[in-house]
């Protein structure tokens, strides 16, 4: 008794009431050889988030070797896993993408200088179908890392906020997310608000900015939540390793090299400005050649060529407006754009902007190709679908063809930035699978893939709502207050790596559509939030006009794309349709070479390779579904011959009796003289007699030309 009373003496716990809901974060029970656990619980959602350290520290590294691993578990949702295989895989595209949520507001605060490899594993363990838990994770692991004994510069929390019918929700249900015009996840700390990622229904930039102001109080708390916790249990933080020893000549080697780099950081092109600063690197090393033999001084100047180059791309753009290829801040590369470029996919395009380059595909599938997904939340489809991949050589370098994180993440907010556009399936019953390849790579590939996207949508014959395009915006600032500051439209790499914050907008001209940001500084304004959509936005109407230049409306489909078609029978007659097991459809499947599928309401859709089996297989789906009409003339199969006469199937089986006096003006002495089995003949139908039986009358050439 003594002793399960000293364990229960060991759990901390503290609350929060949010709404109707309580939040629960505690420690102290379970995982507790982890250098941080933390058990979060809201509603009856539940992730325990865990962060480890490795033993050993390596000096002078000059990145965070940190991994986030999200992961769920089917039996949080009294699920087992789908397929051959009972156990939990590999991750899965959400999981993936909920790792990058926590990821990038936590990894800049952590201390380079710590020197250890870090793991964070957040798991949903219960989902009660209500609360989501990506929200819960993102708190949950950083509560993790703040009451353990890691270095870290947090807190850091995160809040979901929807827009529906003119009001803000934080935190929302699935059900509340299903209708909301604006869904974004907003991560930070309590000073401000460091990642945002989410889409929208061509919501407005003000409706944006309402969303981030919601958000910040929300986070605040969740923070000052996590300090409680930490006050209450938080372990002594372990020491740092920062680097002893400094560049020898450091002044002399940046005297020598700055006004050399000067001129190499200005040169027009990536390739060139890449060899330039080689060059000017492998000239001063030269001179310091034995110094050099050192690797952790070799490391260290290296650095400094970093920091030269940091500092001279800040201060051409802060004090002259003038970026590294020349242009100003708000100026955006040449563009040009190409549809069709490939002979035989359904649709493809090119875009093109400066060092950029995307080729889209658009492949157009049928109801069968629909990306299903076997989700803790329930099993789902999609039948939109966009994949990401960026090879070695789209940088010039050699390396795996492989889809990592970043792929997944890129294609995720291209796919999310065109959804709201792509018509529904009543609309268009088509899969469809855009594919962007990027060919060529210098700043935000996935805002060309968001562009060259829409333009193989269009080319593919897809009607879509309104054209989209995206752009990737930057900020540079003078430091914490922030005196001077340039918001840089259509950013390069070197801009993206050196600025203080990348955002990337995608929208039509309406509204915004796809949005995602990732701010390096803390306490970005709102007045700077304001002018950077603005500025935005203009340089997205900009990419549309040239855009709508190459293409402004859906082509016609490819001769080369499946044919689909639909069409309404009545209720009662879907099981005529189906047959006894299935019997009848799959008899007309075989037959016509199509797929058909039958709702419950009586939708009946048609898949083929070509329109001539697709409108064959149509005719005869709606021969079996409607009743004979007396009067009406039929092309009829003649099916079998007898001494009194030919039955012949005028529609999907049903056959009429075609006697032999029936069978021409003059006498006939013998069916056979007239007709043999297989031929199709136009036939009448004369009458439907009490037995339900049909009589026909042959039509000879003479009296078909005559009708």
Known sequence: MEIEEEKKEMVERVTRKIGDTELILETGKIGKQANGCVYAQFGGTVVIATVCASSEAKEGLDFVPVTVDYNEKFYAAGKIPGGFVKREGRPKDKEILVSRLIDRPMRPLFYPEFGRELQIVPTCVSIDGVNPPDILAVIASSAAVTISDIPFQGPVAGVRVIYVNGEYILNPTYDQMSKAQLEIVVAGTKDGFTMVEGGANECSEDVMLGALEKAQSFIRDMCILQEELKAKCGKEKLPLVPSTVTLENKDRIEAEATPLM????FKKGKLARGEAVKAVKAQVAANYAEQLEDETQKKLFDSLFDDIQYNLLRQSILEKGVRIDGRGTEEIRPITCEINVLPRPHGSALFTRGETQSLAVTTLGTAMDEQVYDDIEGDRSENFILHYNFPPYSVGEVGKLSTGRREIGHGNLARRSLAPMIPGRDEFPYTIRVVSEIMESNGSSSQASTCGGCLSLLAAGVPMKKMVAGIAMGLITDGPQYKKYAILSDILGEEDHLGDMDFKVAGTRDGITGFQMDIKIAGVSMDIMKKALAQAKAGRNHILDIMEKCIDKPQPISPYAPKIDSLKIPVDKIGALIGPGGKNVKALCQQYGVTINTDDDGTVTIYGKTGAATDAAKKAVKGICEDPEVGTIYQGTVKRIMDFGAF????????????????????????????????????????????????????????????
Not at 262 to 265: P, T
Request: hydrophobic share 40%; with cysteine.
């Open 262 to 265: 000067m001129e190499a950081c």
């Open 648 to 707: 012949v199937e005028i529609l999907p089986g049903k056959e009429g009796l075609c006697h032999i006096s029936k069978l021409s003006r003059q006498r006939v002495e013998k069916v056979t003289d007239v007709l043999k089995e297989g031929q199709v003949i136009p036939v009448k139908l004369l009458e439907v007699d009490k037995m339900g039986r049909l009589n026909l009358s042959y039509i000879d050439a003479l009296e078909s030309q005559s009708n």
